[in-house]
């Protein structure tokens, strides 16, 4: 028996949370599907821990550089473990509090990878789902380059690397062996 929603919603990162709580408010039945933890990259493993990891690499980075430029003293160093944990304190709660959110919104919600049956339809952890709307928000992957492609690159980067380089202008380094 196949369990039918108006929107079926493929992933729970920020587009299918736009689209599925949206739809939602306006009386629709939905369905998000997501076969890894509820929130997609950019909450889970992009841009929220990204921000923090950075910022504060950036702060150590700083801390050095200014050194003896109007800043004095020990300069700052990254403690892995404790920044790592500091990360998690927002990052592991997350999925829990969107399966919640969903569930108190009225959108149902399942594990497992997707695999669609036909243009309506998806099989997911042996259950059949059907909606009237899908809406494949997946995410990005990078593109594996074939061998042959692989091979084409190298190739071209080969052909466009000039056979000699001359550095110019007080900026430039020291030209190397590898230069020429
Ligand atoms: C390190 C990093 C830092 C970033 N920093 C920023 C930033 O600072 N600012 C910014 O604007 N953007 C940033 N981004 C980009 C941002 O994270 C993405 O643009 C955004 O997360 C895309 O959201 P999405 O909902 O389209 O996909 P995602 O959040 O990737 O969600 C897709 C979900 O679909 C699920 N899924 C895929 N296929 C299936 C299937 N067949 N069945 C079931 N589930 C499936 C996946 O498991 C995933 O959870 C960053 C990305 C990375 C990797």
Redesign the pocket.
């Known amino acids: 028996m196949a369990t039918t929603v108006d929107v079926m919603v493929?992933?729970?990162?920020?587009?299918?949370q736009a689209v599925a709580y949206k739809v939602r408010e306006a009386g629709w039945s939905v369905a998000v599907?997501?076969?890894?933890p509820f929130g997609?990259?950019?909450q889970l493993?992009?841009?929220d821990p990204?921000?923090v990891l950075v910022g504060v690499s950036d702060l150590v980075d700083w801390s050095h550089r200014m050194q003896g430029k109007g800043v004095s003293g020990p300069a700052l160093s990254i403690n892995w473990p404790e920044l790592i944990r500091f990360k998690r304190t927002f990052t592991d709660p997350a999925p829990h509090e969107n399966e919640q959110a969903f569930a108190q919104a009225g959108i149902l919600t399942r594990h497992?990878?997707?695999?669609f049956i036909d243009r309506t339809t998806v099989e997911v952890e042996g259950e059949t789902l059907v909606g009237r709307h899908v809406v494949i928000?997946?995410?990005?992957r990078r593109a594996t380059l074939g061998r042959r492609r692989r091979l084409h690159r190298i190739r071209v980067r080969a052909r466009r690397r000039p056979r000699r380089r001359r550095c110019q202008g007080a900026a430039s380094r020291q030209p190397t062996a590898q230069d020429v």
């Open positions: 493929i992933g729970t990162g920020s587009a299918a599907i997501d076969s890894r997609g990259t950019c493993r992009g841009c990204k921000k497992g990878r997707a695999h928000a997946g995410g990005a």
